[in-house]
């Protein structure tokens, strides 16, 4: 069938459930994208059905970061200490795809006809230099931002949660109003937003906790955006796409893992062209 | 015209205490054998001995050491560990950090305990020591000073900031890759005559245009190297100057500055607001206009921050400090203003936190006509400083002359 491109997934939405696959194939079967993982596919999917309907309670498999996903779709994650069993369902499937299913419902799987194929060289480094970042003995060099500092910030980071401010809508939030009270009045931005300017580091130049990866993307790009409420922010470029950058060129933001130490993904908003 | 703070505290008689340079020494900057503790006793130590009286150190009141302590081996009571190697036993001490900025907001902390008549007598230093580090260490300390949480998830590190700084700047004026050459092939060659510079080499154009790319736009030759060193000066109130010296350099204005530490919360990043600012009131103190500036030692972190500065501080005009460059008006005496004659950090070298402090060695010798013949400007009545920490979150100006006022 004919895909929905969604934050650079396929989507199939149908009443019951809804389908998230990876576009990309090695040896007819669906992987990853670089920095891509059943998280990243579970949110896409999930943002693309909160668009149809609420979702009030949800239920998550292992391998899947059930904070991450509370943080960047706002939908309540069931827990060992709710009665009943949740709404709807994720399940995951071997082949990089992803079911958001209402409790009860059949799935048909969806077959999409878009397929992008991966050099399998630079899959099997990926996927290898993820592996290791995520040895839980794996501590990079790189500037250190704890677990317990990227979650409190996980809303802001996944969601784009701003404030309003005495100069308009400020994001990151502060915390305090810049208004002179107590009241700080919350604001959710617009994932999308122009380019103001970017840089691509150099392998050799890129921070340390991206040394393992750096090295298999010819280095990181950086993208400052102006987001389409106003305030200015810098965001990676997603891993398996190379966009061509220009100054004022509409860009959206999708979450995908950013780096991971000590055992723990620290996911993140990344910059796409919307090439859809 | 709003009141001092020291006028407040002692009154307008008090407020007449000026603050002079009479001591001032550096290490050589580059891969240093030495240890902090021996980076500083020779810093202090150079320092002490170009005072022309009778000096000793138990004439110090105070000491503000500047250290970002990159490597994190003396993280605590830095400032007690090295003094006790510079004779400076049971006087007040402390680490100032302020990233890059750390000396530079030292030394305001020296002018200002001088000023409120609490010290006579106050040494400002810097010192850091990098290159003892693993690559991987390094990278880890190069990128602590940045908005962390937010900045470095996306992938940034001081290259990465200023390079898009860079491309943005090019983006709105008529600019280009080759002024950011022409700040390095001037510094460069300016550093080719300091003896105490890390890079004492001349590039051509053509080589600093196509260097290694670390940061796109940025290639190797925009970027400063990772240097080991330390600097110290002595600041001495004008009654006691006057018994240390006939050729004290005057501290005629201190401006100090701060902003948003990330660059996507600043409405513009092609300009520092924190320099602006710190430059204003630096000037205001002082009683002087940027054309009235002879000689600036200027936070050349990055091509483009010499770029940016030259017109935060007055000495071009908005969107005209590439043309600046191009022109070669910082060029050892060939314009009004010589800009980092010592070679910058681009080439004399960035020990973050012995910058601050380095600058105003630089500048006590100028004004004092102490530096090598091949380098000296002419004529020199007053001098600057500019030490910027991090991206600009940070910012000290500081204006010296030979003249009090």
Redesign the interface.
Known sequence: MTAEVWMGYLVDHQPDFTVVQSPFVLEQSRVFGADSDATTLTVAGLLHRLNHEPISSLGVPEGIDADTLAAACNVHVQGEEDEGDPHWDVLLSDEATVVIVRQGAEVELSHFDVEIAVDPEFHTAMEAAWQQELNAAHV??????SKS?YEE?AKS?LTLEGQHGAKGVVW?PRYSSGQGDDEVKRHLLSPSGTV???????A????????LRAPLLGG???V?LELHDG??????TVDDEEPTLD?GLSMELVLRR?YAQEGFV?Y?LKARTIQD | MSIRWYEMLRGDALAMVDVAVVGAGQTKYGNHPLGLKGMWAEAAAKAFSSVDGDFQPSLIDEAFIGSLAFGGSQLGNTAALLTEHSDLDGISVRRVENACASSGFAFRDAWMAIKSGQADVVVAGGIEKMNDLTPERRRYWLGVSGDTEWERLAGLTFPGTYALMARRYFHEFDSSHDDLVHVSVKNHLHGSTNPLAHIQKEVSFEKAASGFMVADPLTLYDCCPTSDGASCVVLAADHVAKSLTDTPVWVRGSGAASDHLALHDRPSITQLKATQQAANRAYGMAGVSAGQIDVAEVHDCFTIAEVLATEDLGFAMRGEGGQFAREGRGVLNQGQTTVNCSGGLKAKGHPLGATGTGQVVEVFKQLRGDVEHTRQVRDAEVGLTHNVGGSGATCAVHVFGRDRA
């Open positions: 990079s060099q790189g500037a250190y931002v500092q910030a980071r990151p103001q300017s970017w840089t691509t580091l150099s050799a130049g890129a921070p340390s906790e991206f040394a990181i790009s950086t400052m305030p200015k922010g810098v965001f990676l100054f950013i620290r993140g």
